[in-house]
């Protein structure tokens, strides 16, 4: 096990010893310390390693992630997991803004609560929050699964392409052209095990809705010409 | 993009170390706003007594003379406590309209930054540390503090344009963000007689709230009402002489993180500036939610 402490060495060394890491490395284990909330901790980590932060972190942690494992014992900041590529990202406390924006592939899993915009544009990308998510939430978002354990805030999915949202609480409202959906035995099944990869247990697919894409915004509408 | 720190103590323990507390804050939010920086100390208050705040281009010319100045204009007797281009002058509160008209007869090129019965406010261009030194906040005490600093995007960089901005006794605001509609409510509100010293949005926004408060709302109220009249996108932190108050617009992308313990409530654009805080480690953290006015008075 590697400890870093940022209290004493520059985040720079930090992710640039992350950044040197390839498959293969018998360095599997580093714990990052002292965070205090500082921006761009574990970026563009390309290796499979879990990196463990005790506390909180500021923007952008562990953006770009590939094969990594993230673990952020605390809240982070705007950004989390932004653009992530593969991977798991797991935040023990809150996220804030835009959490998983753009995301490709892996897991996010944010064991509190999510801020507005989460999921925003997300394109493969896997999140699960075990608490509510704010506004604005999947705002464009294109493919991958969101799962919420908790309640989501107004405007979700707005403008959503082919992202599959599962929400198990209420939700204040939801976006243009983003509708309720049936829970068919395929979608019980992907949920389930979506579940089983975020480690949630004791909670029932049954208890969730679907939400996904009414498909009306894909192509113009001539019925609508009046409105532009 | 700014940044903006705010602390409002609850415990009498903690402060003699308001100023060190917000100085530390400070620093850590210098990045988001390199051009300059400002902030608002509530101290100690005395009944019948007022603080003004000046602010000279020229202070070693104009703070030798000016106190001397307005006793002889006034007919009474004045403090004034020089801190680098700054002063505060120590005053009975009936005698505040007289020196308003003798500094602006006698010293025009000498601003008034704030006026009360508590608050001081020093605001500079320069780097957020440096300005924080230049008047030594460190060693500041009182019952809360809130500090800005400023990445320029609505108006120049100037000492006026730097926040807090006050406009009203014991009033102040700090603003992370920008208006749109702040001409068309600049001209409404100088209609019913209030007074702009800049071209700023953040000036009218405090502006606003003071407007709102002289027809006897509290601040919690006069939040409230400004989310219906103010366009744009906005992270408030106003104080008052008892009050702390928080407010974001409802779209919210204007980054905010709130903070409690028994001690004190805290703000601060993001986590970083709250990181020093003491107990910060079981405190309670918490994203404040679009357009929802958070409050606190004592």
Redesign the interface.
């Known amino acids: 096990m590697r400890a870093i402490d940022l209290e004493k060495t520059p985040l720079r060394e930090l992710n640039e010893n992350l950044h040197q890491l390839k498959d293969g490395t018998n360095e599997t284990e580093w714990e990052v310390l002292n965070p205090?909330?500082?921006h761009a901790i574990a970026v563009g980590v390309d290796a499979p390693v879990t990196v463990t932060i005790r506390g909180?972190v500021?923007?952008y942690c562990a953006g770009m992630n590939k094969q990594a494992t993230v673990v952020v014992h605390g809240?982070s900041?705007?950004g989390t997991a932004e653009n992530m590529m593969s991977g798991k990202v797991i935040v023990k406390g809150?996220a804030?803004?835009y959490a998983g924006a753009t995301g490709r592939g892996g897991l996010l899993l944010i064991e509190g609560n999510a801020?507005?915009r989460c999921g925003i544009s997300m394109k493969g990308i896997d999140i699960v929050v075990k608490g509510n998510i704010?506004?604005m939430s999947a705002f464009m978002a294109q493919t991958g699964n969101l799962v919420v354990l908790g309640d989501a805030g107004d405007a979700l999915g707005d403008s959503i392409y082919e992202a599959k949202l599962f929400v198990r609480g209420s939700v204040k409202s939801l976006g243009a052209d983003c509708i309720e959906k049936e829970m068919r035995p395929e979608h019980h099944d992907q949920l389930s095990a979506l579940l089983k990869k975020a480690g949630v247990n004791g909670v029932k697919t049954s208890e969730f809705k679907r939400y996904g894409s009414a498909r009306k915004l894909y192509n113009f509408n001539i019925d609508n010409a009046d409105a532009y | 993009m700014c940044g903006i720190v705010g602390l409002f103590i609850k415990d009498k323990a903690l402060e003699p170390r308001l100023g060190e507390l917000t100085a530390g804050m400070l620093a850590t939010m210098c990045e988001r706003g390199p051009d300059s920086a400002g902030f608002a100390v509530y101290g100690a208050s005395k009944a019948g007594e007022a603080k003004i705040t000046l602010q000279s281009p020229e202070p070693d010319e104009d703070f030798k003379t000016l106190a001397k100045v307005i006793e002889g204009e006034i007919g009474g007797k004045v403090k004034l406590d020089v801190k680098s281009t700054h002063a505060v002058l120590l005053c009975k509160d009936d005698q505040i309209d007289a020196i308003r008209k003798a500094i602006r007869e006698k010293f025009p090129r000498v601003r008034i930054m704030g006026v009360g019965e508590s608050i001081e406010i020093y605001k500079e261009v320069g780097y957020p540390t440096e300005v924080a030194k230049q008047f030594d906040l460190v060693h500041m005490k009182g019952t809360h503090a809130i500090g800005h600093t400023r990445m320029a995007t609505e108006s120049a960089v100037t000492t006026l344009g730097a926040h807090p901005f006050s406009t009203g006794s014991d009033q102040c605001l700090v603003h992370n963000g920008s208006l749109s509609n702040h001409n068309n409510l600049r001209r409404d509100l100088k209609h019913d007689g209030m007074t702009f010293e800049t071209a700023n949005d953040s000036e009218v926004a405090a502006a606003y709230l003071t407007w709102r408060m002289n027809q006897g709302l509290n601040l919690g109220e006069a939040l409230e009402k400004s989310l219906e009249d103010l366009d744009g996108f906005f992270t408030f932190v106003v104080g008052t002489k008892n009050g702390f108050g928080v407010v974001r617009d409802p779209i919210a992308c204007k980054p905010a993180v709130l903070a409690e313990t028994d001690q004190y409530v805290a703000f601060g654009s993001e986590f970083r500036a709250l990181a020093g805080l003491p107990g910060i480690e079981n405190a309670k953290v918490w994203e404040p939610e679009p357009a929802t006015v958070y409050f606190w008075e004592r």
């Open positions: 205090r909330g500082q909180p500021g923007y809240s900041g705007p809150d804030s803004q801020s507005s704010g506004h």
